[in-house]
């Protein structure tokens, strides 16, 4: 069975501070997909970036940075100098080949960031 | 024009009663999901189809079902709804890749059963 975890529920930074978000993931399966969503106040749920199991290079873009590391089964994701816009609950989610390909989510982060 | 689209967007309702909530897309994907999200729990799994004539059981399709009436619609209904089927209610598409696809969502559905 697949599992992400994301321990922090709630974060609030003040803006430019950076901010990383955590998400352990769980699965036997060597080939395997991770995912990150953002949802802001709005609602809508926007997809972020995907990473496959066999690419651990770390990825940037703009702000954005996610660390894949499979040593400690973890896929973080880190905000330089946030922004009041970047405020939304964030989704960290797992897919492998062998359960159809069906996503499982974290519970998901909240981030507030105060100006 | 949003690529994924439902309706209703909000919809109140009393207990018992039926509930049809409708989702269409235009992104040609083969795959659709139902989700319902409530406060702390994340997304949870309803039910998914991986075409027209294969549709699957989430992890939570109790009280619910759903039909594919063509490649781009995918409807759940709630058959009696009930209080603690008050909801954000997304649907989502994605292409046929196994494993590695990325979900497009709808804007979500605020259900709430009184």
């Known amino acids: 069975a697949q599992k992400v975890t994301q321990a922090q529920t709630e974060i609030s930074v003040v803006e430019k501070e950076d901010v990383t978000l955590d998400c352990v993931y769980e699965?036997?399966?060597?080939?395997?997909?991770l995912f990150w969503y953002k949802q802001p106040p709005s609602g809508e749920l926007v997809f972020l970036i995907r990473?496959?199991?066999?690419?651990?290079q770390n990825e940037i873009s703009g702000r954005y940075s996610w660390n894949f590391q499979k040593s400690t089964s973890s896929f973080n994701f880190t905000i330089t100098a946030s922004q009041v816009v970047d405020s939304a609950v964030y989704f960290c989610?797992?897919?492998?080949?062998?359960?159809?390909?069906?996503?499982?989510f974290g519970d998901g982060t909240t981030l507030t960031v105060k100006p | 024009d949003a690529d994924v689209t439902q309706t209703p967007r909000n919809r109140i309702t009393k207990t018992g009663k039926r509930i049809m909530l409708e989702c269409s897309q235009t992104?040609?994907?083969?795959?659709m999901y139902w989700y319902r999200q409530d406060p702390g729990l994340g997304l949870r799994l309803i039910y998914y189809?991986?075409?027209?004539?294969?549709?699957n059981k989430g992890e939570i399709s109790d009280g619910y079902s759903v039909s594919r009436q063509a490649q781009a619609k995918f409807s759940l209904s709630l058959e009696s709804a009930i209080p603690n089927q008050t909801a954000l209610y997304f649907c989502?598409?994605?292409?046929?890749?196994?494993?590695?696809?990325?979900?497009?969502f709808g804007p979500g559905t605020r259900l709430t059963v009184l």
């Open positions: 989502a598409t994605s292409v046929s890749l196994a494993g590695g696809n990325e979900q497009f």
């Open positions: 699965t036997r399966d060597t080939t395997y997909y």
């Open positions: 990473r496959n199991s066999f690419d651990e």
């Open positions: 989610a797992l897919s492998v080949n062998t359960n159809a390909g069906k996503s499982t």
């Open positions: 992104k040609g994907h083969d795959r």
């Open positions: 189809s991986f075409d027209v004539k294969d549709i």
